[in-house]
């Protein structure tokens, strides 16, 4: 088997363990805090190790990084938190459906991170991802936790909207296992206080649980990306990335029993099917930019 087809099932293997994560949110007793807390303390240690052995430089080439990891930190764990919380209060499904609206929210704020403007196909993808999230919500009321997931959903897709275009301007010249280092670090110390007796008094499942979220489900993830990256384009990763929700809605299914409602995969397809799009419509717009200035 040569290179690319090996990092192909290797990048399948990684965002289907990427769209396990959402798994963790029911399968651990711990509030969503509290959950991304250890999640990063583990996938921290971990990611340090593999760089340390893997020979790579752990510092950062200046001050300016630093106070940039600190930015991408934050707003990842604000994510990491609106993530599991959002899955809590609806479910795996609807939470990952919810979450992958990022990609077209991406497209409509990046004209106030670079030279881009938006066209009516970034419109009608808007729309559809509207329409989408229409079916996914049962009701126009926070009364219903579903809703109210689903809004928490959209919010976290917001946050990791703008980490991406942020690391994407400023911070790329790093590998995503060094990148991640640096910034589950940041959310370890920005939410320790935060921290509750429920993850001391967790019993010892739990915490393996946790070990396995952070690691497994977090650090390999993140190597794995890097090395096959070395073989395949960065639009195969991104078209394949937007299966995440797909594999987590399956091992939500077949591991906690979920039954999505047809109206709830509907907007999927919709929501998927934008990002999908979207996706395509950027790395060919970035071709085609990065050919002009050629």
Same mark, same amino acid.
């Given at each position: 088997?040569?290179?690319?087809?090996?990092?192909?099932?290797?990048?399948?293997?990684?965002?289907?363990?990427?769209?396990?994560?959402?798994? $963790? #949110?029911?399968?651990?007793?711990? #509030?969503?805090? %509290? =959950?991304?807390?250890?999640?990063?303390? $583990?996938?921290? =240690?971990?990611?340090?190790?593999?760089?340390?052995?893997?020979?790579?430089?752990?510092?950062?080439?200046?001050?300016k990084?630093?106070l940039? /990891?600190? !930015?991408?930190?934050?707003?990842?764990?604000?994510?990491?938190?609106?993530?599991?919380? /959002?899955?809590?209060?609806?479910?795996?499904?609807? !939470?990952?459906?919810?979450?992958?609206?990022?990609?077209?929210?991406?497209?409509? =704020?990046e &004209?106030?991170?670079?030279?881009?403007?938006?066209?009516?196909?970034?419109?009608?993808?808007?729309?559809?991802?509207?329409?989408?999230?229409?079916?996914?919500? &049962?009701? +126009?009321?926070? %009364?219903?936790? =579903?809703?109210?997931?689903?809004?928490?959903?959209?919010?976290?897709?917001?946050?990791?909207?703008?980490?991406?275009?942020?690391?994407?301007?400023?911070?790329?010249?790093?590998?995503?296992?060094?990148?991640?280092?640096?910034?589950?670090?940041v959310? /370890?110390?920005?939410?320790?206080?935060?921290?509750?007796?429920?993850?001391?008094?967790?019993?010892?499942?739990?915490?393996?649980?946790?070990?396995?979220?952070g +690691?497994?489900?977090?650090?390999?993830?993140?190597?794995?990306?890097?090395?096959?990256?070395?073989?395949?384009?960065?639009?195969?990763?991104?078209?394949?990335?937007?299966?995440q &929700? $797909?594999?987590?809605?399956?091992?939500?299914?077949?591991l906690?029993?979920?039954?999505?409602?047809?109206? +709830?995969?509907?907007? !999927?397809?919709?929501?998927?099917?934008?990002?999908?799009?979207?996706?395509?419509?950027?790395?060919?717009?970035?071709?085609?930019?990065?050919? %002009?200035?050629d």
């Amino acid at each position: 088997m040569n290179a690319v087809k090996r990092s192909l099932i290797s990048l399948h293997f990684t965002v289907a363990l990427l769209g396990g994560t959402a798994l $963790f #949110s029911h399968l651990v007793p711990l #509030s969503a805090s %509290d =959950i991304t807390l250890m999640r990063s303390v $583990f996938a921290c =240690i971990a990611l340090f190790l593999f760089l340390k052995f893997s020979s790579e430089n752990l510092t950062l080439a200046s001050r300016k990084d630093y106070l940039i /990891a600190i !930015g991408l930190g934050i707003l990842m764990a604000l994510h990491w938190v609106t993530y599991f919380a /959002a899955m809590q209060y609806s479910s795996v499904s609807v !939470g990952m459906i919810a979450l992958f609206t990022f990609p077209v929210i991406t497209v409509l =704020i990046e &004209p106030f991170f670079e030279k881009v403007s938006l066209v009516w196909q970034d419109i009608v993808s808007a729309l559809t991802v509207i329409a989408g999230v229409y079916f996914i919500v &049962p009701e +126009t009321s926070l %009364d219903n936790d =579903i809703t109210l997931g689903v809004l928490i959903g959209v919010g976290s897709a917001v946050l990791y909207a703008f980490r991406n275009l942020i690391h994407r301007k400023h911070f790329k010249q790093y590998s995503g296992a060094k990148a991640m280092a640096w910034q589950t670090l940041v959310i /370890a110390i920005f939410l320790l206080p935060t921290g509750s007796n429920e993850i001391a008094n967790a019993p010892m499942s739990a915490w393996l649980m946790l070990l396995l979220l952070g +690691t497994v489900f977090t650090a390999l993830p993140h190597a794995l990306i890097a090395a096959s990256l070395r073989h395949l384009r960065a639009k195969t990763f991104s078209l394949i990335a937007c299966m995440q &929700p $797909f594999y987590g809605v399956i091992l939500a299914v077949l591991l906690l029993d979920e039954n999505p409602s047809g109206s +709830t995969l509907l907007g !999927g397809i919709l929501i998927t099917s934008a990002s999908i799009y979207e996706t395509l419509n950027t790395h060919k717009l970035h071709g085609k930019s990065e050919k %002009d200035s050629d």
